[in-house]
């Protein structure tokens, strides 16, 4: 397994341990080296906020209903949260699950998806890197809930 991951990691592009292998306008995924066990995401589409995290070594999320600026309601499980706010956003969002990352923003967001994007197969045509198995924008990664909200 050691020679497998040496292989993969030396065949992404300019020596990068994340590229880009799907990329549609306003949205991306990509593969990398960096394994999380688990999964987490966080999302905003239109007025409904979520956040979910099955990700070994994160913190887990307040139970019950959770105060919070902007949210008109927001119930949460150690697991996930789910809230109704004020549109602000088409989509925002980015998750990670093993070795694939994904991210979506419209309007464009740094930190998700910075501009128009277009590639498949590891081949990028269009966005802020180009080329074959392209390094992905900066990804600002998802889950777990931050130490000041825990409440016990």
């Known amino acids: 397994m050691g020679v497998a991951s040496a ?4 065949t992404m592009g300019k020596g990068a341990k994340t590229c880009i292998y799907a990329a549609n306008c306003c949205a991306y995924q990509a593969l990398t080296t960096d394994l999380v ?8 589409l239109l007025c ?4 979910a995290c099955l990700a070994a070594g994160k913190k887990s999320f307040p139970i019950g209903l959770i105060k919070e600026e902007g949210a008109i309601i927001k119930c949460g499980l150690p697991c996930c949260t789910y809230g109704l706010v004020k549109p602000t956003v088409c989509i925002a969002g980015a998750g ?3 070795c694939v990352k994904s991210a979506a923003s419209f309007p464009f967001k740094e930190g998700l998806v910075p501009s128009c994007m277009c590639g498949i197969c590891f081949l990028t045509c269009l966005g802020p890197n180009t080329g074959c198995m392209a390094e992905p924008p900066a990804f600002t990664a998802p889950g777990g809930a931050p130490v000041a909200d825990m409440e016990r």
């Open 48 to 51: 409904i906020q979520s956040e």
């Open 96 to 98: 990670e699950c093993l």
């Open 37 to 44: 066990i688990g999964c987490a995401g966080k999302e905003e």
């Open 7 to 10: 292989s993969a990691r030396s």
